[in-house]
Each structure stands twice: as structure tokens, then as C-alpha cells.
């Protein structure tokens, strides 16, 4: 495994130099979250983030997310302007040697919370999920850009995205992502990118809105629907451990050979579609992170992984789920149990 850490640059109250004395880290995931969904991440602007990295002698394992726009998810005039632009981006960062890029192809919002700061009994907070509590979104005033957001919206933008994709439905979501699937994955097996589709975070519909990276059935049917390995999938074991119907380890194993990036993150489900994020520890949740570690170690999956969202701990102050502290409380474990498992086969 390619051991990782994700920074936000300029936005992220962690530094580069605090993650240097982290041990054992392989490269760092960054993103470039100031180009818009539909832009073009351009040479000089990748070279800049780039050169960041190298500077503090970290490579830049993993780009995420290019955030995939709108009108390629919903369809709209702009799609095949900006499918155009996301190939671009995609040779450009093959070019400066970004060679996995993960992506989501959520309607409208990226991963959702009901609450960013829960306190736990331990004395930490987490971010936390009750499906009840959807119903005090209030939309009028639009949403503010969450943490890896593409984008914030206004109030309008919002009823209209939400007009247009609750009109869309499930099946014309799979054949726009299956469309765009098409186009990029020429490009990336061209340029020798490997592709990671983040599941929906949580792994339901929220707002009456399509959700189709939910389950092993709507994975297995995306991966085959382009049938190559660099049409990957992000395995992020918090989103999809969110649902106590997703066996994430038959998971790891059944998606093996397509997993091109690990998201490693344990919940606690508190109801059927409930949960909060907790410590990596096996003891604090519902996620068989070693199981699914077991199953990909087997299989020779050797691909980035990063531990993600954590508690904030001991008064932490960043952005939600990135405190540096109990990710690399996180990493530390997960390198433990992949250093066992590949002493163990050795
Ligand atoms: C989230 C998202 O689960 C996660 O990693 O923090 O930001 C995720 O990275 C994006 O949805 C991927 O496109
Ligand atoms: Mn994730």
C-alpha cells in the first residue's frame, strides 16, 4: 500500500511541515479546488501545487476531486465543453506524474453531515449523520461550500439543480455517468491514469435526489459498464460502511482488481440510516477496516490509501474530519496491520 494524507493546501489549517513528521507517508492527496467544476487544471497550476509538495519532499500521489460539473452529471449545453476540459486536466496531470484521480458523481452535493462537531462520550467531537435531520436543511438562503466541495450555491441555483435531477432519476444519472465513462477512460488508459469513483457518502438518497455508487450491485454494474482498469473505484469504507447492508470485506475483494485508491474510515451506526464517525480503532465502530485490509493485501491490491475523516481531538481546530491528529493516530494503525499482514506472507 502507498501510504498517503490528504491536504487542502492554502485552505488547510494543516501545514505541509506538520505533516513532514509524519512516519512513514508515501505522497500526499491534494486537489486544486479553486478551478471550478468544468475548468481546465492547467500545467502552470498543477506545476504550482506540484512544486508545493516537492518542496516539503512529498510527491502528489493522488488528485482529489476533479470535481466532475452539473451539466455532465444532470446533462446540460455546457457537457461536452467541460468532458473536454476534464480530459485535458486529466493529460495535464498524467503529465506532471498524477496518475490516480478521484471523483464522485454525486447530483448537486458531494458527502453531506447533519452535524459537523457531535461530542462523544470520550470528549472528542466527529461528524455525525441523522437522516432526520435532513429535514432542517433550509435551502432558501443557499449552502455554503462544504470541505472539498466543487462549490457553494445559492438559494435558486438550488431549486433548480433539485428540479433537474430529481427529474433525471437513477437510470438517466447511470447512462450520463456510463456517457461520461466513455469519453475519460480512452483518455486515462492513454495517459496511464488510473480513474477512483468515490461511492455517495452516505450511501442513500438524500433529498430525494439520484444516488447510484451506493451498493455492490451499482458498482459492479459502473465498473462493467466500462470494462477497464482504469475505470477504478475509490474504496471509501466510511461512506459505504455507513450501510449495514454493504459487506465491505466481500467488497474488497469482489472490486479487488478495480479499487484504484482506499479511503480507510470507521463509523458507528446509531439506526438504520445513522451514524457517526469514530477513531480507526476496531473497538470504536462498525467497520471491519482489517477485514477489508485482509481481503486487499490478498488480492495484491497495491494502491494509495489515506485514513479518512477522524475525531477532533485534544481541541483540535481544523477542517471537519481533518484534524491531523486522529488521522494520524489512523494511519499509524492501518500501516500496523498492513505491516503484520505482508510479514505474515513474507
Ligand atoms: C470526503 C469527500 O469521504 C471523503 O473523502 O471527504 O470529500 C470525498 O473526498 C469526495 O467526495 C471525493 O470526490
Ligand atoms: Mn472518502
Known amino acids: 500500500m502507498i501510504f498517503t494524507l490528504r491536504w487542502f493546501g492554502h485552505e488547510d489549517p494543516v501545514s505541509l511541515t506538520a505533516l513532514r513528521q509524519v512516519a512513514g507517508l508515501d505522497g500526499v492527496v491534494s486537489g486544486l479546488p479553486d478551478i471550478l467544476a468544468g ?3 492547467t500545467p502552470a497550476a498543477i506545476e504550482a501545487r506540484r512544486r508545493e509538495l516537492a518542496e516539503h519532499g512529498f510527491a502528489w500521489t493522488v488528485a482529489e476531486s476533479l470535481p466532475v460539473s452539473e451539466a455532465i452529471k444532470l446533462g446540460g449545453p455546457e457537457r461536452d465543453e467541460h468532458v473536454a476540459a476534464w480530459c485535458t486536466s486529466l493529460r495535464n496531470l498524467a503529465a506532471a506524474g498524477v496518475r490516480t484521480v478521484c471523483y464522485n458523481f454525486m447530483p448537486v452535493f458531494d458527502w453531506i453531515r447533519t452535524d459537523f462537531a457531535l461530542p462523544l462520550a470520550d470528549g472528542s467531537t466527529a461528524m455525525a449523520y441523522a437522516h432526520a435531520d435532513l429535514a432542517r436543511f433550509d435551502f432558501s438562503a443557499g449552502m455554503e461550500r462544504l470541505a472539498a466541495w466543487a462549490q457553494g450555491y445559492t438559494g435558486a441555483e438550488l431549486e433548480a439543480l433539485f428540479r433537474r435531477a430529481r427529474a433525471l432519476g437513477e437510470e438517466r444519472l447511470f447512462e450520463h455517468l456510463t456517457a461520461f465513462l466513455a469519453a475519460v477512460v480512452p483518455v486515462a488508459e492513454e495517459a496511464g491514469v488510473r480513474l477512483a469513483l468515490h461511492p455517495d457518502d452516505p450511501p442513500w438518497p438524500i433529498f430525494d435526489l439520484p444516488r447510484i455508487v451506493s451498493d455492490a450491485a451499482g458498482i459492479e454494474r459502473i465498473l462493467q459498464a466500462v470494462d477497464s482498469p482504469a475505470n477504478g473505484l475509490t474504496f471509501c469504507t466510511g461512506a459505504l460502511g455507513a450501510a449495514a447492508g454493504n459487506d465491505l470485506p466481500a467488497m474488497a475483494e469482489a472490486f479487488a482488481p478495480r479499487i484504484a485508491f482506499v479511503h480507510a474510515r470507521n463509523v458507528r451506526r446509531t439506526g ?8 480507526h480503532h476496531p473497538s470504536a465502530g462498525d467497520v471491519d477496516l482489517v477485514g477489508v485490509l485482509e481481503r486487499l493485501m490478498a488480492a495484491g491490491v497495491d494502491v494509495p ?9 485534544w481541541g483540535e481546530q481544523a477542517i471537519p474530519g481533518y484534524g491531523l ?5 489512523g494511519l499509524g494503525y492501518l500501516q500496523g496491520v498492513v505491516a503484520a499482514f505482508e510479514r505474515s506472507r513474507a
Do not use: K, N, Q
Open 39 to 41: 475548468g481546465v487544471w
Open 272 to 279: 438504520a440510516r445513522d451514524f457517526h464517525e469514530v477513531a
Open 305 to 313: 490509501l489515506r485514513p479518512d475523516h477522524g475525531r477532533m481531538l
Open 325 to 329: 491528529r486522529d488521522r494520524a493516530i
